[in-house]
């Protein structure tokens, strides 16, 4: 008799949604991972991975940015020289890309940089990454058919927090029961 392990996956891949890696996943940049999915459509998917921080400091990073407090994540493998942000400021930045609902994209960089340095925005309305994820066209299906991720959704509060310890198990413990035994396996299959 076969067991099915797998939670139903019937939340569409979409602009706004959170992907979380199958637990056993090797690659590097998305072992036990959670990605705001930023775009999905015909030319291909993009986002930006939540809970790969590194241990610089944001003015370490770009000395004309003061230090934060927010930690930084690896965003992932795609142009991972460049500083990519995400915040709830909306309108006051101007040219940001709306999401989810109340979570904004980019948007006019010195605009920002103002509002930093005059100690108008707080950590938690804005979140950097170094580098994106990307998929070609068709290759998150792709990687959606095999199970590689789990498509769900998660409240604007999570997505902006850095300081959520083992925000993967958190999500996919919420999945139910099947997410729950998924979230508690060890990270090496041989263990289990």
Same mark, same amino acid.
Do not use: C, Q
């Given at each position: 008799m076969e067991i099915n392990f797998v939670p139903k996956n019937n939340i569409e891949p979409k602009k706004g949604k959170i992907l979380l890696s199958e637990p056993f996943l090797e690659d590097p940049y998305f072992k036990r991972t959670v990605v705001l999915l930023c775009e999905h459509?015909?030319?291909?998917? #993009?986002?930006f991975v939540l809970n790969n921080y590194i241990e610089l400091t944001l003015d370490q990073i770009m000395e004309s940015l003061p230090g934060h407090g927010s930690r930084i994540s690896i965003g992932g493998p795609v142009n991972n020289s460049n500083l990519y942000y995400i915040h709830t400021l909306g309108d006051q930045?101007? &040219?940001? @890309?709306?999401?989810? &609902?109340g979570i904004y994209m980019g948007g006019n960089f010195e605009v920002l940089r103002e509002m930093m340095q005059n100690g108008e925005v707080k950590h938690d309305q @804005?979140? #950097?990454f170094v580098g994106y994820s990307g998929?070609?066209?068709k290759q998150l299906d792709s990687e959606l058919e095999t199970n590689s991720w789990f498509v769900t959704q998660?409240?604007? &509060?999570?997505l902006m927090n850095t300081r959520?310890?083992?925000?993967? *198990?958190? @999500?996919?413990?919420?999945?139910?029961? *099947?997410? &729950?035994? @998924?979230?508690?396996l060890p990270d090496d299959p041989k263990l289990n």
């Open positions: 459509n015909e030319e291909g998917s #993009f986002g930045v101007e &040219e940001s @890309i709306e999401v989810v &609902e @804005i979140r #950097f998929w070609s066209p998660v409240k604007k &509060e999570v959520v310890k083992d925000l993967w *198990k958190k @999500i996919m413990s919420g999945l139910g029961k *099947k997410g &729950e035994m @998924i979230a508690n």
